[in-house]
């Protein structure tokens, strides 16, 4: 197993102007996801990748529509049919408002007449912002144009799953476009996102279907409960 250093980020709260510091081991998360493996190899809720295992795929990966693609997924949370309808007048890249895409809401319980059509999702990542723009840029794609043209569901998980295997050394999941999504909840849990932030991140309506995430970090957020007092501290 690859050795990533430990990290300390300072995010925000779901209160208002509150900030939290969380300090993330991640090998811990790495080990604590392969032991948890060992009784459910097979299980899909644990085919998730955490911060530096995405970093090291993403820069594997040559081909800029490829790379664009599940760098998208990843800074998203999108499922590939939600990505694959985005055009460049999705995003909102300049101007007062901050950075942020509309995403098509395609699976969805809620009847469509109750549905909103889009969900607002935040970009915070600047080398996503520079990489989609020298994307549309070179590609010469219009604002109206689908980003990544006619490819398919079928190409692009063949092209995320064949990305996956080539990283060197191997990372230890077979990799999918769903596998970005399941990363990207758990990548705001960890950092301390509550779970209706999350729902709502995902475009679910129904929170059991976020409850899964739940259940995979139940030994995965022990990073938050390790600083959680239960008891008074002694006083001299």
């Not at 811990?28 to 998730?48: C, K, S």
């Not at 040559?62 to 460049?88: C, F, I, N």
């Not at 995403?103 to 469509?112: A, E």
């Not at 794609?141 to 996956?164: D, V």
């Amino acid at each position: 197993m690859d050795k990533y250093p430990s990290y300390n980020v300072t995010v925000p709260t779901s209160a208002p102007g509150v900030m939290q510091r969380v300090v993330v081991d991640w090998n811990q998360l790495i080990a604590r996801r392969e032991f948890l493996l060992r009784d459910m190899p097979n299980d899909p809720d644990f085919n998730y990748l955490v911060l530096p295992e995405v970093e090291r795929l993403l820069s594997s990966i040559e081909d800029g529509t490829t790379h664009l693609a599940a760098y998208t997924l990843w800074v998203t949370g999108a499922r590939v049919s939600e990505m694959l309808m985005l055009r460049p007048e999705d995003f909102q890249l300049e101007g007062n408002i901050d950075p942020c895409v509309k995403l098509p809401i395609l699976k969805n319980r809620t009847p469509k007449k109750n549905r909103p059509p889009r969900r607002m999702i935040g970009l915070g990542d600047g080398p996503f912002i520079e990489t989609l723009r020298r994307y549309i840029k070179t590609q010469k794609i219009k604002r109206r144009e689908l980003l990544f043209g006619q490819l398919s569901r079928h190409a692009i998980r063949h092209r995320i799953n064949s990305a996956g295997r080539r990283v060197q050394p191997a990372l230890p999941l077979t990799i999918n476009p769903h596998t970005l999504r399941h990363s990207y909840a758990i990548n705001h849990l960890i950092h301390g996102k509550t779970p209706d932030q999350v729902r709502r991140l995902l475009g679910h309506t129904d929170m059991r279907s976020t409850d899964v995430y739940l259940r995979v970090l139940s030994a995965d957020i022990s990073h938050h409960g390790a600083g959680t007092p239960f008891r008074l501290p002694i006083e001299a």
